[in-house]
């Protein structure tokens, strides 16, 4: 049995082809490569059943992942997050069936990780000693620890005004971290200069094959959580898109090997209404977004203006009949507290932004009472102190 499936790197948009046992960053035409497998050949080795006794994280999908040689695995256990039950915050929206993918007891408490172990080991198996990238700030955070890890020098380019414990994570991992003034976009031409001059390896979103790859873990989970059967809906907080490409692609890869059966969920990317070139785009029905002039949201992990994967992600919501919907910050602060309250979960307000897109969804009736319907939180409410606001008494003796 082979480690890995891995079969080469394919451009979506020109069809060429690229090896995968070499760096390799975008297309000659510009466009994100994607990993191919050779699913043919995995369907007739491997059957499902034997991931029963393998350990619980997103490792036990190595056929699936393009780490061909596993002493490369950089891991800090990451994966295997729980699918819980959201039974009161469900019945408050009318939706019975309501589960939420719980990405904040991740390893650097985002889903970030994943993109980052499975992105960090190829580079890695590649040889390479360097990274860069900008970041909202988690990214950087994930990347930068996990390249600590690997011994792998990480440079990382961030907004002033990201979390600031992003920050302090780039920083104790030993990154060489600066700050610039503006959004990603501003932070990723600065990359870019530093890539042409020192020759560093990109490992901006989608710049890069492998980050997708670990995102996409996260479709595997849910698929063999729910005991190989597929959700009605996946709601997923959409900045760069890397975790709803990710998913569409581990879907449609399960069809292929026969593991699931069924439609694929309807995909419903949730953005921000400060920052929302999908949801635009997807009113328009653009295959493609514009940049989002002056964009701005509390939920910094999709402040994201202009995605280089937006033609990937509007393929999934039209190919699997989904949607696009942008919410208010206050209404997911709200959203943020309600679910704390009613289920104890103190979540990202990128995933509250996406409870919030299922209320509506429910109430319009797009979603039906009946469905499954899966919520990805992707973060910890923790690493955003500044969100909840309190007014706690002091006590003092009378
Ligand atoms: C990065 C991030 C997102 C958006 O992820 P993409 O895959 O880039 O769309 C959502 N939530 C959090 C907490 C993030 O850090
Ligand atoms: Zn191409």
Request: a neutral charge; charged letters at 25%.
């Amino acid at each position: 049995m082979k480690f890995s499936y891995v079969s080469y790197l394919k451009c979506p948009k020109c069809s060429e082809r690229y090896e995968s046992n070499q760096k390799q960053q975008l297309c000659k035409c510009g466009s994100p490569l994607l990993v191919k497998y050779d699913l043919e050949a995995l369907k007739e080795k491997f059957r499902r059943e034997e991931l029963k006794n393998r350990e619980p994280n997103l490792w036990r999908y190595h056929e699936l992942l393009p780490v061909q040689n596993e002493e490369n695995i950089v891991t800090m256990g990451e994966g295997m997050t729980p699918l819980l039950p959201m039974n009161r915050i469900g019945k408050d929206m009318l939706i019975p069936n309501l589960l939420m993918k719980d990405e904040g007891i991740i390893p650097t408490g985002t889903f970030k990780a994943r993109g980052a172990a499975v992105g960090v080991s190829k580079a890695k198996e590649l040889g390479i000693k360097e990274i860069a990238m900008p970041t909202n700030g988690n990214a950087g955070a994930a990347w930068s620890l996990y390249a600590a890890r690997a011994e792998m020098k990480a440079t990382i380019v961030m907004p002033t005004d990201a979390p600031k414990i992003t920050r302090n994570e780039c920083a104790v991992s030993g990154a060489n971290l600066s700050l610039v003034e503006g959004v990603i976009s501003d932070a990723g031409k600065i990359v870019q200069q530093a890539v042409n001059e020192h020759g560093l390896f990109d490992a901006s979103t989608l710049k890069e094959p492998y980050r997708i790859e670990g995102k996409k873990t996260m479709g595997l989970e849910i698929a063999e959580q729910l005991g190989w059967k597929m959700p009605d809906v996946i709601l997923y907080p959409t900045g760069g898109g890397v975790g709803l490409i990710g998913i569409y692609k581990a879907l449609t890869e399960l069809v292929s090997l026969g593991w699931v059966e069924g439609n694929l969920p309807r995909l419903v990317a949730v953005q921000s209404v400060g920052c929302a070139p999908i949801v635009k785009a997807w009113r328009e029905k653009r295959g493609d977004s514009d940049f989002w002039e002056g964009s701005s949201t509390i939920a910094f992990g999709i402040n994201v203006p202009k995605a280089l994967g937006d033609f990937l992600v509007l393929d999934a919501i039209y190919k699997t009949n989904g949607c696009a919907v942008a919410v208010e910050d206050i209404t997911t602060l709200e959203e943020q507290q309600r679910i704390a309250s009613l289920e104890g979960t103190f979540i990202c307000p990128e995933g509250a932004a996406a409870f919030v897109a299922a209320r509506r969804l429910r109430k319009n009736g797009w979603i039906k009472e009946k469905e499954t319907v899966v919520v990805l939180n992707t973060g910890a409410g923790i690493k955003y102190p500044d969100t909840v606001k309190v007014d706690v008494p002091i006590l003092t003796d009378a």
